[in-house]
């Protein structure tokens, strides 16, 4: 490709996003394709000789929008959003046109400068504790996901409990850790990573809003320590997957400090709504952690993947994740006045994702945020008003944000088909949850695009088919 073909390309491309972005309704939200039907169209062998753009650009759009699933639609309700906006779009080009790799200060050094200036912006946007910020003991990164996240916590965590033993001689077979029986499945990956198996992961009850009893954790604690094992990690989650529920940091905090756990709070999809601070209830207590993730790109208008982890103590990361080969030594960095990413996170290389998240936070402003987040609040506060007005919905959890869990007061299987009924129209998207063994339905209002008149919209849908489908005789009889 020649740069003045880059160029036409690039303008074209970028008039086709906008295009689409701004008609991304006309879609339905999730494509009628079984599996194997995209691949079947694809030529069987690579390409020997260049193609021209035009013609490659054509069968993207033949072969391959067909089938995406419109996670930009204003109707996708599903899961969590993973929002993309204009300007992080244009950080995300610009961040592939520099090409940067910024695994150290030295190989590009304003790209590890705009990230810790941008990540210390975010503790005082979101009124994080001041040890988390660059200029007390701690420091943010960007990370690719909450998972990755999540497992930098927990290999800390290990460092940290074994004294360096773990990196030296491996692992300690002997540590236990906690998280509720709603946390994220991310915990129990990274410790499995670890190597400390899943069979150390205590699964801790919750109460009857779904949140981790503290005093069920300190009895798991004592037990463990009193048959030998050695205590040494516990996440708190700010906002679970399942329904938003919110684990109480303060007595979490306390338990860790007097047992000597690490204490990592994973409010991934949730810690955005602490830009206003009517929402920053749900931190409360969150001076005891450790560590802390949430992710801008599920609810910050930030494209996929940016997730912000802070530590409390950066010396303690980076004594778990530091290994120096001769090939990356130089001057800045043995003068320890430079911050190494690479030192922070799993891999070593990475790419410039302070662009974007700079790009976000300057072109909406804090107001821009706070005005998003409560639209959306604000929305699902209505949705659960509907909801209330007829007597054939029930709500399934508490509604604290931007999430609704609901059901029809009927049995799974109903439930169930409702579903596969509303996702099928192409109208929306909705996912489901189990809340206490039952199959509920997930509403979750987070795209910049989402207005009342569509939320209006799925609700329409949702009583008529509820109309058709407690209207016909039950399945076993059709
Ligand atoms: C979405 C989510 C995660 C996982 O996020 P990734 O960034 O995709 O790894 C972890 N924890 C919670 C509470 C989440 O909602």
Known sequence: MKPDDFRAWGYRLVDWIAEYLEHVERYPVLPAVQPGDIRAQLPREPPQHPEPFDQI?????KYILPGITHWQSPNFFAFFPANNSYPSILGELLAAGLGVQ???????????ELETHVLDWLVDLLGLPEKFASRSTGGGVIQDT?????????LAAREQASRGFSNANGVVPRFTAYASTEAHSSVEKAWRIAGLGSAALRRIPVDDRLALRPEALEAAIRTDRQAGWIPCFVCATVGTTSTLAHDPLRPIGEIARRYGLWLHVDAAMAGTAAIWPEFRYLHDGLELADSYCFN??????????????????RQALIRALS????????????????????????????????????????????????TLVRRHVALARLFTD???????FELAAPVSLNLVCFRLRADDATNQTFLHRLNASGRLYLTHTRVRERFTLRLCIGNLR???????????????????LLSSPPRSLQ
């Open 146 to 154: 909450a998972s990755s996240a999540t497992l930098c916590a927990v």
């Open 323 to 370: 290994v120096l080969p001769e090939y990356l030594r130089n001057p800045a960095s043995e003068s320890g006045q430079v911050i190494d990413y690479r030192d922070w996170q799993i891999p070593l290389g990475r790419r410039f994702r302070a662009l974007k998240l700079w790009f976000v936070l300057r072109s909406f402003g804090a107001e821009g945020l706070r």
């Open 386 to 392: 509907w909801l209330a007005s007829d007597p054939r």
């Open 296 to 313: 801008p790109h599920k609810w910050m208008g930030v494209n996929l993947d940016c997730d912000c982890f802070f530590v409390a103590d």
């Open 102 to 112: 910024g695994m150290l200060w030295q190989t590009s050094p304003a790209c590890t």
């Open 450 to 468: 989402t207005q009342e008149h569509h939320l209006r919209a799925a609700w329409q849908l949702l009583q008529q088919t509820a109309d058709q």
């Open 57 to 61: 650009f054509a069968d993207f759009q």
